[in-house]
């Protein structure tokens, strides 16, 4: 009986699997689609209507039918948010703080009233970037 040499490693569940192919190289440009995200426009063509409620996607952009909500943004748009506004609060807290005598009472009214106008003011189009950045990658429902 003949015995067949097989490399070393070779597992019997190999057979007839093919070589993973490289990733496919991308044509799709990141920081226009980026840019167009942030204005809440189509990450494709660039068409309006990238939400069709405040945070939620529409189904397909009117311009290029590219669907939109395949997208999995999850909770990546408020945790960029919460890092942009504590590099922008808290440097102008301390400032203020140093120049300025405001009480601590008109403090715990100012600070949180302006870092939820500036959560509120971000979400969106930090959301249609996330978005945008996923679609020119050929990420998540992109592919």
């Keep these: 009986m003949a015995m067949?040499?097989?490399?070393?490693?070779?597992?019997?569940?190999?057979?007839?699997?093919?070589?993973?192919?490289a990733p496919q190289t991308s044509d799709r440009a990141a920081w226009p689609a980026i840019a167009r995200?942030?204005?809440?426009?189509?990450?494709?063509?660039?068409a309006p209507g990238l939400f069709a409620?405040?945070?939620k996607a529409s189904h397909r952009c009117t311009g290029c039918g590219l669907r939109l909500d395949a997208h999995q943004a999850d909770d990546?748009?408020?945790?960029?948010?919460?890092?942009?506004?504590?590099h922008i609060l808290v440097p102008l807290m301390i400032e203020t703080n140093s120049v300025l005598a405001i009480p601590l009472a008109w403090q715990s009214l100012i600070w949180p009233?302006?870092?939820?106008i500036l959560a509120i003011a971000l979400i969106q189009p930090v959301k249609g970037a996330v978005i945008a950045f996923q679609w020119s990658r050929h990420m998540a429902g992109f592919r």
């Design 37 to 46: 995200g942030l204005r809440g426009r189509c990450p494709a063509c660039g």
């Design 4 to 21: 067949l040499l097989r490399p070393p490693g070779h597992r019997p569940s190999d057979e007839g699997m093919t070589e993973p192919t």
């Design 76 to 86: 990546f748009p408020a945790y960029i948010v919460i890092l942009l506004l504590g």
């Design 113 to 116: 009233a302006l870092a939820a």
């Design 53 to 55: 409620r405040f945070l």
